[in-house]
């Protein structure tokens, strides 16, 4: 210890790695750090990663088809210890096919082609939840609005949806379903339509915290904060709008934790059986999704100032 503080000694990493055939890092694929449910993800892995010893490298695959082999096997060929993925492609079966034996956990949607831990939401039930407590307000015109249509977690959450109609006896319209691209500005679009329909909707269920926003955006430009919404996921100026936003609630921080822990299972020799978690979601209550029906929106702004805080159910 005193040659190596006299010298200034650094251990080559890359040399350590080669000789131990892995290194004390992990490789993260995720589609995006911009959106905020992935950036907690991610923030999530580093740290519980950094209390076990471990670093992380992070790449975006940008839910790219064919970026997602090409930056988990580049990540993979640095000699990572272990893979977190949020599964983009159709067909993971390369990760068994290329790197056999190395450590995979996949978060937020399931692997194709391949048995590894997987940490999931229930995306069903959340929201069954948060249709049907629309249901419960006296909605019976509810709008799913948010997509893509071939995406794994949209088509849980429609599911959901879908449910919660059925077993409340209400109709599956097709006019109600706006599979539409996630960005805010395609959503908004669609808002007017649902709304000229000629039985229109009184109430919108949105897949996502972009599908929220858009939403939100075209119903304050349209005065018509009178119309009821849940949305699926939260983001940070929810409590702050008028009305405050209900909102299906995941709690990335935990889903970040949980696939880290696992991953340092599988790397410590761990031999279970793969395994599939599926967390809870938590309905936040706030004020949007408890507008009736036949509330004009005089009786908006007093129903929205009841809700100081957020109500979990």
């Not at 790219?64 to 640095?78: H, K, Q």
């Not at 983009?88 to 290329?98: E, H, N, P, V």
């Not at 349209?222 to 702050?240: C, E, H, K, N």
Request: aromatic fraction near 4%; glycine fraction near 10%; proline fraction near 6%.
């Amino acid at each position: 210890m005193d040659a190596i503080t006299r010298l200034g000694y650094r251990p080559n990493l890359v040399a350590r790695s080669l000789r131990l055939g892995r290194d004390n890092t992990l490789g993260i694929a995720v589609t995006s750090i911009t959106d905020p449910f992935f950036a907690e993800v991610v923030s999530a892995i580093e740290e519980t990663a950094r209390g076990h010893g471990f670093s992380a490298i992070i790449s975006c695959t940008g839910e790219s088809d064919g970026a997602e082999e090409t930056i988990v096997s580049g990540l993979l060929n640095r000699q990572v210890a272990g893979m977190i993925v949020v599964p983009t492609g159709a067909d993971q079966s390369y990760l068994a096919r290329k790197y056999a034996g190395v450590p995979v956990v996949c978060v937020d949607r399931p692997p194709v082609g391949i048995e590894c831990d997987t940490v999931l939401v229930d995306n069903e039930g959340g929201a069954f939840l948060g249709t049907n407590w629309l249901v419960l307000h006296g909605h019976r015109r509810i709008a799913f609005v948010g997509g893509p249509k071939d995406k794994f977690t949209i088509d849980r959450r429609r599911l959901g949806y879908s449910r919660a109609l059925r077993e409340a006896g209400i109709a599956l319209d097709p006019e109600l379903l706006a599979d539409v691209a996630i960005l805010p500005a395609e959503v908004s679009a669609v808002i007017p339509s649902l709304l000229a329909l000629s039985e229109p909707i009184t109430a919108i269920f949105t897949s996502n915290s972009k599908a929220s926003l858009g939403a939100i955006d075209a119903l304050h430009r349209l005065g018509r904060t009178d119309v009821a919404m849940v949305g699926f996921d939260d983001f940070p100026t929810a409590a702050s709008l008028v009305p405050p936003i209900t909102v299906v609630s995941q709690d990335p921080f935990h889903i970040g934790r949980e696939a880290v822990e696992l991953l340092l299972h599988r790397i410590a020799g761990e031999h279970e059986t793969p395994g599939r978690m599926l967390l809870p979601t938590n309905l936040v209550v706030r004020g949007s999704g408890e507008l009736r029906p036949s509330q004009g929106k005089a009786r908006v702004s007093q129903t929205s100032t009841k809700h100081k805080s957020d109500l979990v159910v």
